[in-house]
């Protein structure tokens, strides 16, 4: 339950991860010139080439992060009173990793809520 995060930022994750795979092949890639020299060369470019598909993938990632973030569903979470996300019909704060949803079959009292119910009944 720690690791999980709101859509959002998974998908940022995502790109973050793609783009530092990538700049480590493009490192790894470029080693292959110091450890065999001339014959390195064709190393390092094929290393290049999958290490730049590797950024345009992240590329291509944040860019439609950044279009589902425009389209997002704003709202103030219930616990940290930050405006947040919301992506879908549940998903989670960005901060404090609250659950959230719109739909009315699974939403859940606040607390606050719930205390007042329980002290209302006889």
Same mark, same amino acid.
């Given at each position: 339950?720690f690791?999980k995060s709101a859509?959002?930022?998974e998908?940022?994750?995502w790109g973050l991860v793609f783009? *530092? $795979?990538g700049m480590? &092949?493009m490192? +790894?890639?470029?080693?292959?010139?110091?450890?065999?020299?001339?014959?390195?060369?064709i190393?390092a470019g094929i290393? *290049? $080439?999958?290490g730049m &598909?590797?950024? +345009?993938?992240?590329?291509?990632?944040?860019?439609w992060?950044g279009m589902l973030?425009?389209s997002a569903?704003?709202?103030?979470?219930?616990?940290c009173n930050?405006q947040?996300k919301?992506?879908?019909?549940t998903?989670?704060c960005?901060?404090?990793?609250?659950?959230?949803?719109?739909?009315?079959?699974?939403?859940?009292?606040?607390?606050?809520e719930?205390?007042?119910?329980t002290?209302?009944?006889?």
């Amino acid at each position: 339950m720690f690791f999980k995060s709101a859509k959002i930022n998974e998908f940022r994750l995502w790109g973050l991860v793609f783009t *530092m $795979v990538g700049m480590g &092949i493009m490192i +790894l890639g470029t080693a292959g010139i110091v450890l065999w020299g001339q014959a390195g060369k064709i190393v390092a470019g094929i290393f *290049m $080439v999958f290490g730049m &598909i590797s950024l +345009l993938v992240s590329v291509a990632v944040y860019f439609w992060a950044g279009m589902l973030s425009t389209s997002a569903t704003m709202l103030t979470c219930p616990e940290c009173n930050r405006q947040t996300k919301m992506l879908g019909t549940t998903d989670r704060c960005m901060f404090c990793r609250t659950m959230l949803t719109l739909d009315p079959s699974q939403a859940t009292a606040h607390p606050a809520e719930q205390q007042q119910a329980t002290s209302m009944r006889p």
